[in-house]
């Protein structure tokens, strides 16, 4: 929480005034103060209309219907649309480098280099993706997002090999 990846979700809007209550009690409490110009609000799902002004530090929180979270682009609709092109582009381009300027590296080395450099850039979006995987709980998850969940599991159980 200390850094920029807060993410708070609530079911309803009172709900999650009282997590920004929260939120700004804990910064007054220890010297923090939230930057309400990089926060947001956003909702998914068919209930949209019932947009009321909430509140963090005594400033108003801005709705949105596209935000982004650990790099990874969102766009709040009925359901939660994702993009995490941005994120392959930098492994796969990172993978590339890696293979280009190894060639006559053994391969323990390279296979390091890759769970150093290009691994991390895979996982760390992980808990936006999450995000995803609620919809996935909550049956709401169309047959494209359903392919490209499946691709990006296969994707990290390939990655989590390279660990091991």
């Known amino acids: 929480m200390y850094a920029d990846d807060l993410l708070l979700l609530s079911p309803t809007l009172t709900g ?3 997590m920004f209550h929260v939120c700004d009690s804990y910064a007054k409490d220890h010297n923090l103060v939230f930057n309400v110009k990089k926060t947001c609000c956003a909702v998914i799902g068919k209930h949209r209309s019932v947009i009321r002004r909430l509140v963090l530090a005594e ?16 766009t709040c609709s009925n359901t939660l649309d994702v993009d995490v092109s941005p994120v392959r582009r930098n492994f796969y ?12 590296t ?8 890759v769970k150093s450099y290009c691994l991390p850039l895979l996982v760390y979006c992980i808990g936006a993706l999450r995000l995803k995987l609620l919809q996935v ?27 091991e």
């Not at 359903?146 to 159980?157: A, E």
Request: hydrophobic share 40%; proline share 3%.
């Open 16 to 18: 999650l005034q009282s």
């Open 59 to 74: 400033q108003a929180v801005p709705w949105t219907d596209r935000l982004r979270y650990l790099g990874v682009s969102f």
């Open 93 to 104: 381009a990172a993978c590339n480098s890696i293979s280009a300027r190894s060639r006559d």
């Open 106 to 113: 053994s391969e323990p080395v390279r296979v390091q280099l």
């Open 137 to 163: 709980e909550f049956g709401t998850m169309d047959f494209n997002h359903l392919y490209d969940l499946h691709r990006w599991n296969f994707l990290q159980s390939l990655c989590s090999k390279c660990v």
